[in-house]
């Protein structure tokens, strides 16, 4: 057995590892940059869905994984890189740090106004972001969420406000149709 274990590669022993799990503080650290960066016809009930979505995506990320090809290519995409979830914890203090010199206890403290204020400062200063992740890299932990979030098939729907369905298995049915438009907010 122990030579077994001993011939195993440490690469794949990587598979038994995890990423540090997102706090329920730093979620709370999340809602609150929600609440300022998605668009204000999102719902608190919406935003806490999308937050709770990026948490596990985090938490499921698989490290060298099989990313298969994308729709229509014929060429296999690189497997996926290292996770993003290990980046996070300084970028969450950092917040806090910030909203700490403003006198609030938390980011998820602040006045909402301080808030977009803490994260434009993060969104612009070293390193710059200039443009949205479509998928969390773990370099900006805001852009990763904003680019999760406006990358996903609810925020198409909402800009186009139709039912459009971006990424979501459907039939051809009706596919010669305009989508439906979306049904109003209560």
Known sequence: MAAVVAATPLARLRI???????????????KAIA???LPSVVGREERDHFVAEFVAWVRNYKEGADMGHGYGASTL?????????????????S???????KGASSFATLRPDDRRAVLEA??????????????????S???????????????????YQAQIGRDRCRT???????????????
């Open 16 to 30: 038994f590892a995890q990423a540090p799990p997102i706090t329920e503080t730093e979620t709370a650290t999340l």
């Open 35 to 37: 609440e300022v960066v």
């Open 77 to 93: 995409r690189s497997p996926s890189g290292p996770s993003p979830a290990p980046r996070y914890p300084s970028q969450f203090a």
């Open 95 to 101: 917040l806090d740090d910030a909203a700490k010199a």
């Open 122 to 139: 993060a969104l612009n200063g070293p390193p710059q972001v200039t443009r949205l992740p479509s998928q969390p890299t773990g370099q």
């Open 141 to 159: 932990l805001v852009a990763d969420f904003m680019g999760f979030y406006f990358t996903s098939s609810d925020a198409w729907d909402l800009a």
């Open 172 to 186: 051809l049915d009706g596919s010669d149709q305009a989508p439906e438009p979306l049904t109003p907010r209560a």
